[in-house]
């Protein structure tokens, strides 16, 4: 396969910054193939200077699957599938502030995301990713095989429900609020369909419990998991300028939205891949 893309790891684990492609146009059956294997291997993809609305936006995430559209956040009127993340200077909620995996209350979670940068601030604001494959390779073989088989239990209940986290957001609009406790079961650790690699599948915003334990049991195992998925060794950052682009492996990473700079607005444009049952 011959190389059109230039690719620049972002840390010593996780991301990659893409360079010689313009996501406006359709990219060619090469690139796409090259872009796919960075994205499977990277996990988080990075290029900058892009000029898209938010047609171009979808037509560049379709590339890759057909798009979701959240079932708890309004998105754009024209463009259901399209999420203004905004944040305005006086929010005290930032969407995505805290680490999590996206929209793993539903059966079949979103493979990926693509987050382009409309409005950011002038300092602050950049995303933090964590490699979880990298988080579940680091633990012990003994922790390992008491994880397998087991499985945690996921709800929007703590972000979307009537008092969530997220309904308190001044800039983004929550919707559905009464089925929001609904509960779905993924397995603890999964395989990623295309690498075949085990990954860490708990997430601070979304996983309740653990199915099968005591509540005090599955609630220390899952205070420890969540702060051994995130420490710094798996982590790589993001920062932003109006035009970058970066879409993540939502099989493969959490992420974190710092809320970093009190004061000012930053607009985010939002959309999602829609993903399989994680195994
Ligand atoms: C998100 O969690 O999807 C938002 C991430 C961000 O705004 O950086």
């Known amino acids: ?79 259901p599938e399209v999420l203004d993340v905004i944040t305005e200077p006086d929010d005290r909620v930032n969407f995505g502030g805290g680490w999590h995996t996206d929209v793993t209350f539903l059966e079949e979670p979103d493979l990926g995301s693509v987050l382009y940068a409309v409005d950011v601030p002038p300092v602050g604001g950049d995303t933090l990713f964590a490699d979880q494959h990298a988080a579940y390779d680091a633990l012990s073989p003994t922790m390992k095989s008491m994880l397998d088989g087991l499985v945690g239990i996921h709800s929007a209940g703590p972000q979307y429900a009537p008092g969530g986290t997220s309904t308190k957001s001044k800039s983004m609009r929550t919707k559905n609020a009464d089925v929001a406790e609904r509960r779905v079961e993924h397995p603890v650790v999964r395989t990623h369909p295309e690498s075949g690699r085990r990954s860490l599948y708990v997430n601070g915003a979304f996983t309740i419990g653990i199915e099968g334990l005591h509540r005090d049991e599955s609630a220390a195992l899952l205070r420890f998991l969540l702060a051994h998925a995130v420490q710094e060794r798996f982590t790589c950052r993001v920062r932003w300028a ?27 444009r939002r959309v999602t891949i829609k993903g399989d049952r994680p195994r």
Not at 45 to 67: N, S
């Open 1 to 79: 396969m011959t190389t059109t893309l230039d690719v620049t790891p972002l840390s010593g684990v996780l991301g990659a910054e893409l360079r010689g492609v313009d996501l406006a146009e359709p990219m060619s059956a090469e690139t796409l193939a090259e872009f796919r294997q960075a994205f499977v291997e990277h996990h988080v993809i990075v290029v900058r200077d892009q000029d898209l609305t938010a047609e171009q936006q979808m037509a560049f995430a379709r590339q890759f699957g057909e798009l979701d559209t959240h079932p708890f956040v309004e998105g754009q009127a024209a463009h």
């Open 242 to 268: 109006p035009g970058t682009l970066a879409m993540w492996d939502n099989r493969s990473v959490q992420h974190y939205a710092l809320h970093d700079y009190g004061g000012h607005r930053r607009h985010m």
